[in-house]
């Protein structure tokens, strides 16, 4: 059975959760579409790309899905391109000096973006993954499966808020059950 790393993240800044870590924790070890989800949440820090590092090669996956909060944003945002930027209080570096300047998702994003919306999910596909840690993954995800000439298919899904996070804020949320559907949604269709 083909395996699937799905990572998501500890709470960061003043976000006391982070629905990414919750999603993923939530599916650990399930079996969905045939494959079998392996869960790993990962800290908000640069241990995380060592950590992925580490997974993919003891748990040798077909697909690594991650999973991040987007602040604000309203659907799921499949994710088309990482950049070589990171960029934290107020300073910009490249990611990996000698790394290309982008990576394209290895997952099928327009197959996936119909699926979410046969279901009613709402969902797009993003053209940005921002500058901070999910960029840093997906990117870092990306690079490494590069220098290994693998196979496995990887990408990067930014889920919005979920509702207790918005009680007292005019801000977009989803609920976590549909989010948990989508990313099913996800797996089945890569
Ligand atoms: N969201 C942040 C980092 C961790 C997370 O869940 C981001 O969008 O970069």
Redesign the pocket.
Same mark, same amino acid.
């Given at each position: 059975m083909k395996k699937v790393l799905l990572t998501g993240?500890e709470s960061?800044r003043k976000e006391k959760i982070?629905p990414?870590g919750i999603v993923a924790k939530k599916m650990h070890g399930k079996n969905i579409g045939g494959k079998k989800i392996i869960s790993c949440v990962l800290p908000?820090t640069f241990d995380c790309g060592r950590i992925v590092h580490r997974e993919i090669d003891d748990i040798n996956p077909g697909y690594i899905i991650s999973l %991040?909060?987007?602040?604000g944003r309203n659907q799921i945002n499949l994710e088309r391109v990482a950049t070589n930027i990171f960029s934290e209080n107020k300073k910009t570096k490249k990611i990996f000096e000698d790394g290309p300047d982008a990576y394209f998702s290895l997952l099928p994003l327009e197959n996936i973006l119909k699926e979410l919306h046969k279901n009613n999910i709402p969902a797009r596909i993003s053209n940005f993954? %921002?500058i901070?840690?999910?960029?840093?993954i997906m990117y870092y995800t990306l690079h490494y499966l590069r220098y290994k000439s693998s196979t496995i298919k990887a990408g990067f899904i930014?889920l919005p808020y979920i509702p207790e996070q918005v009680l007292d804020r005019d801000l977009p949320s989803m609920s976590l059950e549909m989010i948990k559907k989508g990313i099913e949604i996800v797996i089945r269709g890569i």
């Amino acid at each position: 059975m083909k395996k699937v790393l799905l990572t998501g993240f500890e709470s960061f800044r003043k976000e006391k959760i982070n629905p990414s870590g919750i999603v993923a924790k939530k599916m650990h070890g399930k079996n969905i579409g045939g494959k079998k989800i392996i869960s790993c949440v990962l800290p908000v820090t640069f241990d995380c790309g060592r950590i992925v590092h580490r997974e993919i090669d003891d748990i040798n996956p077909g697909y690594i899905i991650s999973l %991040g909060l987007a602040c604000g944003r309203n659907q799921i945002n499949l994710e088309r391109v990482a950049t070589n930027i990171f960029s934290e209080n107020k300073k910009t570096k490249k990611i990996f000096e000698d790394g290309p300047d982008a990576y394209f998702s290895l997952l099928p994003l327009e197959n996936i973006l119909k699926e979410l919306h046969k279901n009613n999910i709402p969902a797009r596909i993003s053209n940005f993954a %921002g500058i901070y840690f999910c960029n840093y993954i997906m990117y870092y995800t990306l690079h490494y499966l590069r220098y290994k000439s693998s196979t496995i298919k990887a990408g990067f899904i930014h889920l919005p808020y979920i509702p207790e996070q918005v009680l007292d804020r005019d801000l977009p949320s989803m609920s976590l059950e549909m989010i948990k559907k989508g990313i099913e949604i996800v797996i089945r269709g890569i």
